[in-house]
Each structure stands twice: as C-alpha cells, then as structure tokens.
C-alpha cells in the first residue's frame, strides 16, 4: 500500500504512519541534551559519594561473623561455645527419631493433629541437651514431644570440619487417626 500511495489503514499501536510522529519522537530523543551548570555537576556527584558511602559503611557495619550463641557459666576450657545453624555452620543430620507417644487418658473422636515446636542444644557429639519447649500445644502432649526429642541421635552440625554444639528447634507432630 505504501508503493501504491494509497492511504494505510491507521495502525494506533504503532503510530508509524501518523504524519511521522516516530520518526519526530526519534529526533527528540537524539537531539536533547542536558546542561547542567558546574555546581549542579559537582553537587550531583558529591551526593551521589556521600550515598555510596553511607551504603557501605553500613553494609561493613552488617557485616556477618561467626559467633556463639551464648557462652556457658563454666570456664572456657570446659564448655564449648553454642552456635547457630549457617554462616559456615553446617545443619545436623538425624540419624535416629522417635515418633512421640499419643497421651494416654486423650480420647478424641476422629483424626487429631497438633504441633508443638521443641528448643534444643545438640552438643558437638550429637546428644540432644537443654531439651525445652518453643511453642506449646498442651502440657501432656510438651511431655511426650520432649521425651521423644531427648532419644534422638544426630550427626552433628561441623564448622570448618570439626564437630560443633549448635541451637536448634525441632517441629514435633501429634497425630491420631
């Protein structure tokens, strides 16, 4: 149609064939330019330093280390310090679990499910220790989860290769179909 001169169809998507309004976007576009005076050039970049650096001495101030969680009462020699998982602290693994015991005197019609979340510190052999409860479903099924929990075995959490006490918490599930 364009060989032809026969009028196109006007195309509002593109707005190519509408008195050359593309071609007069495309020239704006080359054409203008930004003049800035001197100040407004030296303030510009002034800020912009003074934001970069304001980033990264907060991120230097975030910066990650690895530190213990807290520090037992015994001398230092004795008590191993109690690390979180990550950070270059690898997770335990579970070698052996124990499902919890259904309180015994419950009777509930139908399925039942609860979770209770159990607090632990697995010392650098993977014995679970200070075994405590998180978030509470009921005290009976608390005293089931934790004896369940305080029969686990676990490879322990390592940092930099060697075997280290870590915190962690342990979500346990009450179920009865």
Same mark, same amino acid.
């Given at each position: 149609?364009?060989?032809?001169?026969?009028?196109?169809?006007?195309?509002?998507?593109?707005?190519?064939?509408?008195?050359?309004? @593309?071609?007069?976007?495309?020239?704006?576009?080359?054409?203008?330019?930004? +003049?800035?005076?001197?100040?407004?050039?030296?303030?510009?970049?002034? *800020?912009?330093?003074?934001?970069? &650096?304001?980033?990264?001495?907060?991120? *230097?101030?975030?910066?990650?280390?690895?530190?213990?969680?807290?520090?037992?009462?015994?001398?230092?020699?004795?008590?191993?310090? $109690?690390?979180?998982? &990550?950070?270059?602290?690898?997770?335990?693994? $579970?070698?052996?679990?124990?499902?919890?015991?259904?309180?015994?005197?419950?009777?509930?019609? &139908?399925?039942?499910?609860?979770?209770?979340?159990?607090? %632990? $510190? @697995?010392?650098?052999? &993977?014995?679970?220790?200070? $075994?405590?409860?998180?978030?509470? %479903?009921?005290?009976?099924?608390?005293?089931?989860?934790?004896?369940?929990?305080?029969?686990? +075995?676990?490879?322990?959490?390592?940092?930099?290769?060697?075997?280290?006490?870590?915190?962690? +918490?342990?979500?346990?599930?009450?179920?009865?179909?």
């Amino acid at each position: 149609m364009i060989c032809t001169n026969s009028r196109a169809m006007t195309s509002h998507v593109i707005g190519i064939f509408d008195a050359d309004i @593309l071609e007069k976007r495309v020239m704006v576009v080359k054409t203008k330019t930004w +003049n800035f005076s001197p100040w407004a050039t030296y303030g510009l970049t002034a *800020a912009t330093m003074i934001f970069m &650096g304001a980033i990264t001495a907060w991120g *230097a101030a975030l910066a990650v280390a690895i530190e213990p969680v807290t520090q037992r009462a015994a001398s230092p020699e004795t008590s191993p310090a $109690v690390y979180k998982i &990550g950070n270059g602290v690898s997770a335990p693994t $579970v070698i052996k679990s124990v499902d919890p015991q259904f309180p015994e005197g419950r009777h509930t019609e &139908g399925m039942f499910e609860g979770m209770c979340i159990v607090g %632990l $510190v @697995l010392d650098a052999s &993977g014995i679970p220790k200070e $075994v405590h409860i998180v978030k509470p %479903l009921a005290p009976d099924f608390d005293a089931n989860a934790i004896k369940a929990v305080q029969q686990y +075995n676990f490879v322990p959490a390592k940092l930099l290769g060697k075997p280290v006490a870590v915190s962690i +918490n342990i979500e346990v599930n009450h179920q009865k179909y």
